[in-house]
């Protein structure tokens, strides 16, 4: 029981009496796999969040991104995503090494329809397959393999919602902190805030780190 309410929902009869069930049409967009229409989503996908969890259950999604079309279609029940440098904390690699399961979702730039893959999540460092994916003359070191056990289209009223796309409702940076005012939050007043943002936008603009 959570302790801000006792109007929780004990079980999946509960659930369906309060939203009801999916139409067969809506059924039938889940397949195990791609075809010639869908995978246009990730050939044209710059961007998508990825999702994993441990052993226990405990759930993580991460940002992947790069060029448009830098998920690898290996088949039409397999796809690459290369490994790009990060921050090396790697949840979500640790977390394949424990559990396998991943969910995706391919966004792309101003189109309101998503794709979403689920599947079984292989860490992977054959030099032959990430070659596939240089970029910047860089090959990745490691590549995330995906074995697709279903792929479907998600319809577009979050998006819509939301108004992502709406660029006069884009969110004024100015009024977010800081990446190093946030840790400045957390190591106390004598962080360099600025000095750090300093720092972190130069390297950026020489793109170190990217590839």
């Given at each position: 029981m959570h302790r801000l309410t006792t109007e929780t929902l004990a079980s999946e009869a509960d659930l369906r009496a309060l939203i009801g069930h999916p139409s067969p049409i809506v059924c039938s967009k889940v397949q195990d796999r791609i075809n010639t229409e869908t995978r246009k989503f990730i050939e044209l996908s710059?961007?998508?969040?990825?999702?994993?969890?441990?052993?226990?259950g405990t759930c993580d999604v991460s940002p992947r991104g790069d060029p448009p079309g830098f998920v690898k279609i290996l088949d039409d029940r397999t796809l690459l995503i290369p490994e790009r440098p990060g921050n090396r904390i790697a949840d979500s690699l640790v977390n394949i090494l424990h559990n396998p399961h991943v969910g995706l979702l391919f966004i792309l730039p101003g189109v309101t329809d998503t794709f979403r893959v689920n599947g079984r999540a292989t860490l992977i460092r054959d030099a032959a397959l990430l070659a596939r994916c240089i970029v910047?003359?860089?090959?990745?070191?490691?590549?995330?393999?995906?074995d697709i056990d279903t792929a479907y289209t998600q319809c577009s009223k979050a998006f819509?919602?939301?108004?992502?796309?709406?660029?006069?409702r884009f969110v004024d940076p100015t009024l977010l902190p800081t990446v190093g005012e946030i840790h400045r939050s957390f190591l106390g007043e004598s962080f360099d805030a600025a000095a750090y943002d300093r720092e972190r936008a130069a390297r950026y603009a020489r793109r170190e780190g990217f590839y």
């Open positions: 710059p961007f998508l969040c990825l999702a994993t969890s441990d052993a226990a910047e003359n860089s090959i990745p070191k490691l590549g995330i393999l995906v819509l919602r939301s108004h992502l796309w709406d660029a006069d």
